[in-house]
């Protein structure tokens, strides 16, 4: 692709992870879909075999939880453990297979210039943050609230029975040899984005994360950026 | 004893446990891998939550004095007891490809009931018979099964987890739909198809085996607490008479 007519780019800082990172070809300006999603809203969008979605951490350690979902047929969903399994390890970066309960890759991860994204924290709710934090939180806004709204506004059926563990885009939980689990700090930066390419037509449902308790968004819940190109000719 | 059962290698098992009974699973061989989910009895809406058990705990497995957490803050069942040490919750289940990969295909034509049962299609059938199906797979616990990740996050199947007679037991701390698949971990190198037997029993939970205030899993982290708190809350609002719960 011909990046003299490619809008400003993204400048990345100096990688400072010990992680594989790829950037993208890919030109904002031919994107049939470019938008910013502010911290604490829900999204939902089906995405065309072929099509590449990305998602851009506009600020900086901003967690985005994500599910996908076979559109044609919503029961085959995204599997973090399938997913796991398939590759042999945890974290999800470029070349990972997003794997669903059937065995099938629902995308495949084609750029990743933050290296690491979580698959096993899931989202945070009311209930859980009464649990992790105090009984007194379950006013406080959460990404279940999130996706509950927005698979209720989506109208197809899809309900709480459609909500497995969820992708952590751009957050870090690693696992010590010991088995213990933490949230680390991330490990994304202003501008760090990840990308994927569709291999079936599928149903997108993001929460860009509000939670206020935990470093999982540095405390400060930021807005993210989505695109989505058509498939290369 | 309520129940004292044989589940064969290759079966799939499912049965309400009612607050405060205790479910035991015994590996009678030192090679066995009980896949497992957990459901409200009342309201299966509410299941087993790998990601709220792991980060309340802040765990990637499960032993003595953890709790198994379900999506809306409540515990299902409490670990108070544990002669294995680890129990794995992110690998999840096999199906019936992998199976086949491994295994061969294993039908019923050819080996009857012998046949090569897989964690997915037992888990299935039993949801099935509970009017739940595949909207209701989440990520499955693991019984006796160790998988370890290294600090790149590559995951390895861990030899030699559990031996002849271990067992762990689970305190059912809300009226739990238990469904368990007696089948062979998708890592597990054994060459052959083979799972074998696993030994279960259902006992209701003796004064000293009860979640007072002391209690190992209740202490063992102030989430826990808060949890149990929510569980008892919803006990007195579900089942007022029971265990001096008081009227709403």
């Known amino acids: 692709m011909n990046m003299r007519h490619s809008s400003p780019r993204i400048t990345l800082p100096v990688p400072i992870t010990p992680f594989v990172l790829k950037e993208s070809a890919l030109a904002p300006w031919r994107a049939i879909h470019d938008e910013v999603l502010p911290a604490g809203r829900g999204w939902s969008r089906e995405l065309a075999r072929g099509q590449i979605f990305r998602i851009v951490d506009l600020e900086g350690n901003q967690a985005v939880d994500t599910l996908f979902f076979n559109a044609r047929n919503p029961d085959e969903r995204y599997s973090a453990t399938d997913t796991i399994r398939a590759q042999g390890n945890l974290y999800l970066t470029t070349g990972t297979r997003l794997m669903s309960g059937e065995g099938r890759p629902l995308l495949t991860i084609v750029a990743d210039t933050c290296g690491r994204h979580d698959t096993l924290g899931g989202a945070c709710s009311a209930e859980s943050n009464q649990v992790r934090y105090a009984l007194d939180k379950k006013y406080m806004h959460n990404c279940r609230d999130s996706f509950l709204l927005e698979l209720g506004r989506l109208g197809r059926g899809l309900g709480k029975r459609d909500l497995p563990s969820n992708i952590n885009f751009f957050m870090n939980v690693p696992v010590t040899a010991d088995g213990g689990l933490s949230f680390a700090d991330g490990v994304s930066a202003p501008g760090r984005y990840v990308e994927m390419r569709a291999e079936t037509d599928v149903l997108a449902l993001i929460s860009n994360c509000p939670q206020l308790n935990n470093p999982c968004n540095a405390y400060n819940p930021t807005p993210v950026r989505l695109l989505i190109w058509d498939a290369a000719p | ?248």
Not at chain 2, 14 to 31: F, K, N, P, W, Y
Request: hydrophobic share 35%.
């Open chain 2, 1 to 248: 004893m309520i129940l004292e059962e044989t589940v064969r290698g290759g079966q799939a098992w499912s049965r309400r446990l009612a607050r405060g009974q205790i479910l035991r699973l015994t590996d009678t061989t030192g090679t066995a891998c009980v896949s497992a989910l957990f459901y409200n009895a009342r309201e299966p809406l509410e299941r087993y939550n790998m990601a709220d058990t792991l980060k309340a705990q802040y765990t990637a497995f499960l032993t003595t004095g953890r709790v198994l957490y379900s999506d809306m803050g409540r515990v299902l069942v409490s670990i108070i007891a544990d002669t294995c040490g680890w129990h794995d919750t992110i690998s999840g289940c096999g199906d019936a490809a992998a199976s086949e990969a491994r295994f061969g295909q294993g039908g019923y034509q050819e080996l009857r009931n012998d046949f090569h049962r897989n964690a997915r299609d037992n888990f299935l059938i039993e949801l099935g018979k509970w009017g739940l199906g595949k909207r209701d797979l989440v990520p499955n616990a693991n019984f006796f099964v160790r998988v370890s990740a290294d600090d790149s996050g590559r995951i390895a199947w861990v030899p030699q987890n559990t031996r002849p007679g271990a067992y762990v037991d689970l305190r059912a701390e809300m009226d739990t739909l238990v469904v368990l698949s007696n089948t062979p971990h998708p890592l597990d190198p054994a060459p052959a198809y083979g799972p074998p037997p696993v030994e279960l029993s259902i006992r209701v939970a003796a004064p000293i085996e009860r979640p007072g205030p002391d209690d190992r899993c209740r202490t063992s982290r102030p989430e826990n607490g808060r949890g149990f708190a929510l569980t008892e809350a919803y006990a007195r609002e579900v089942e007022p008479g029971r265990d001096g719960g008081g009227a709403l």
